[in-house]
């Protein structure tokens, strides 16, 4: 979201505030942070006696779902490394959404309907792929226990995990006249025939 706002709040700084450096450092943070979060879950996983069995019904590891196995009190290590988590999701959230306040009152400030247009078809991908991963990461994690059941969560967990990244492709590509093109062919010669 921030090249985006640096793209359209403060275009002729562009290249100042996004270079080569501002990218590595920000690839970086984002690769650090990861690193460390995947790193403290597995270590604090790893510690977990399990009491009620090893299998899962997930497709992957779940920390929640690893919790419901163990029998101590030392979950309680997890439980405060989820808060934090949820923490910097939610600031991480925030940015997002205040970066995206700023640029649709930027692009709104735009005088003529083509650069409006071009500026929200810059904005619109990126805002499609982060509302489709947060929309069903938060309905696998924050989802009633009485709708809960374990197809249901098989569902849900390969939706938020693979469905986001399989279609980023697709929708960052609509932006190419040819694959749209293509595309509306496919949909007319499948319904037309």
Known sequence: AYDRNVAICKPLHYGTLLGSR????MAAAAWGSGFLYAVL???????????RGNA?????????????????DSYLREVGLL????????????????SYVQIFRAVLRIPSEQGRHK???????H?????LFVSTGVFAYLKPPSIS?????????FLYSVEPPAVNPLIYSMRNQE???????????AVFQ
Request: positive net charge.
């Open 41 to 51: 879950h597995t270590a604090n996983t790893f510690s977990l006696p399990l009491c």
């Open 179 to 189: 694959l749209k093109d293509a595309l509306k062919k496919l949909i007319r010669s």
């Open 119 to 125: 500026a929200f078809s810059m904005c619109l991908p």
């Open 83 to 98: 808060v934090v988590s949820a923490c910097l999701v939610v600031g991480c959230f925030v940015f997002i959404v205040v």
């Open 149 to 157: 059941s374990p197809v249901l969560n098989l569902v849900v967990s």
């Open 56 to 72: 899962l019904d997930q497709f992957f590891c779940e920390i929640p779902h690893i919790l419901k196995l163990s029998c101590s």
């Open 22 to 25: 501002a990218c590595v450092h």
């Open 127 to 131: 805002l499609a792929v982060v509302s």
